[in-house]
């Protein structure tokens, strides 16, 4: 199974905004569906806690509710502090099928448009 989540994080370098990231440049807002799943993806891809912080503590506070439960860990990851630009989230599902995404804050490329938006007046 691990062999087949680091193919599929590899193909991120079809996407050209991706070529250059490497898993530890990224939060991780992983489906908590088992401590196994947790440490596997942490394991696999060299991540520490901090990457998986969030995922880890919703874990913890509510267990495992399903792949839905991605949305959790994001919402919680969202109100965190010392977050890094990039987000990916992944989500297990029956059979171990696989879904991920990798996302910017929008946080910041808010602050970046209001920004540039004040430059220009």
Known sequence: MWKQFRRCYA??????????????????????????ILKGVKNVLKLSDDHIRASLEIYKSRGNSSSPTVLIVLDRLRQLSGRRDKV????????????????????????????????RL
Do not use: I, Y
């Open 11 to 36: 193909q991120r370098e079809l996407n050209e905004h991706l070529e250059h990231v490497e898993a530890p440049d990224c939060d991780w807002a992983l489906h908590p569906g088992g401590m196994a």
């Open 88 to 119: 990916v989230a992944a989500a297990f599902g029956p059979g171990l099928c696989v879904e991920m995404m990798t996302m910017k804050l929008c946080s910041k490329a808010l602050n970046t448009s209001v920004d540039d938006k004040a430059a």
